[in-house]
């Protein structure tokens, strides 16, 4: 192998500049300009119908109108993705092998100390997509009207109450422990198989409280059947904007995002991830994009591949907290 000192002197001596680009840079900036050539395939760790499924839909089908090439949504459903992860992990580094995501991703990798792949050293980041909130929720014969009412009534009575989650280890079992830390209430969580089951749980009182996906949130708040208290979001949710967020009602250093989107295998070349993010920016800020999302409750969020890949690193931290603090265990 070469002497660095030597290689850089023979290319000084060739008269090729130090700013040249590398054969990596120029075969990266070759595949852009013809990507894509082929069919993408985007994989959705979950069941078709869920959020992480609705948003890879929406980005294919605006991405086929684009570029003319099949974009495929392949569903592998699996514990927390793993099994769809794994196959992106280990796929071709080329940027035709993408993986829709939630906050789960990050979540797996605090909850799991053997997974089939690193979720910080095998993924590369394309974009945010959106941000989903999740509401405070309980049953209005709880007589609770607000945040406050609900930390005085826990506090009045320590180890009486709970709250319900659609699982262990999900987003909002983790949301209800950062509540519970940052409140410093003591509640007992009940885990659910679901959504629909833990929020009926709340909605007919047999919990306490519930945090619950914006868009199963609104029907039943509109209809009076559920009291929404606040958003988990840092800021208010916009189809909700009379709600306060938790940080506003009470619990002044409480923020859980909720968020999606899209990662592909790492070692793609950088010059392909920028193409598909400046796509992925394009199809957000489209109009019929931006109403189909926000009446999901969805508030398009498209960042840099490189914002992404850091908001990925502090969101595993951050998770990994809650589960050590919490000692939640999964395997």
């Given at each position: 192998m070469m002497n660095p000192v030597a290689k850089f002197g023979l290319v000084a001596l060739l008269g090729i500049g130090c700013a040249q680009p590398s054969w990596a840079q120029t075969r990266g900036d070759g595949a852009a300009q013809t990507y894509p050539s082929k069919p993408i395939r985007i994989l959705v760790g979950f069941s078709p119908g869920s959020t992480t499924d609705i948003l890879a839909r929406v980005v294919a089908h605006k991405?086929?109108?684009?570029?003319?090439?099949?974009?495929?949504?392949?569903?592998?459903?699996?514990?927390?993705?793993?099994?769809?992860?794994?196959?992106?992990?280990?796929?071709?580094?080329?940027?035709?092998?993408?993986?829709?995501?939630?906050?789960?991703?990050?979540?797996?990798?605090?909850?799991?100390?053997k997974l089939p792949y690193d979720t910080l050293k095998d993924f590369a980041g394309v974009s945010l997509l959106a941000t989903v909130p999740s509401i405070l929720v309980v049953s209005p014969s709880s007589g609770v009207k607000s945040v406050k009412d609900l930390l005085a009534l826990a506090r009045a009575k320590p180890g009486a109450y709970n709250y319900s989650s659609p699982g262990i280890g999900s987003a909002n079992h983790l949301a209800g422990e950062l509540f519970k830390s940052l409140a410093k209430i003591d509640v007992a969580h009940v885990p659910f198989k679901g959504i629909p089951e833990a929020m009926t749980a709340a909605l007919q009182g047999s919990v306490l409280f519930n945090f619950s996906p914006i868009v199963n949130v609104l029907p039943l708040a509109k209809g009076g059947r559920v009291t929404a208290l606040a958003t988990s979001t840092g800021k208010r949710a916009a189809a909700m904007p009379d709600l306060p967020t938790i940080a506003e009602a009470g619990v002044p250093d409480y923020r859980f995002d909720p968020w999606f989107g899209l990662v592909t295998t790492a070692k793609t070349p950088r010059p392909v991830l920028a193409k598909l993010n400046r796509e992925i920016t394009r199809i957000l800020g489209l109009p019929d994009v931006k109403e189909r999302l926000l009446a999901l409750g969805a508030e398009p969020t498209p960042i840099t591949p490189e914002q992404f890949d850091a908001y990925v690193k502090a969101e595993v931290a951050k998770f990994t907290k809650i589960v050590r603090e919490a000692n939640i265990k999964v395997d």
């Open positions: 991405m086929n109108e684009t570029w003319g090439r099949p974009i495929v949504v392949d569903n592998r459903p699996s514990a927390g993705g793993i099994l769809a992860s794994g196959v992106v992990a280990t796929a071709n580094p080329d940027g035709y092998t993408l993986l829709s995501v939630s906050a789960g991703h990050a979540v797996t990798a605090a909850l799991y100390t």
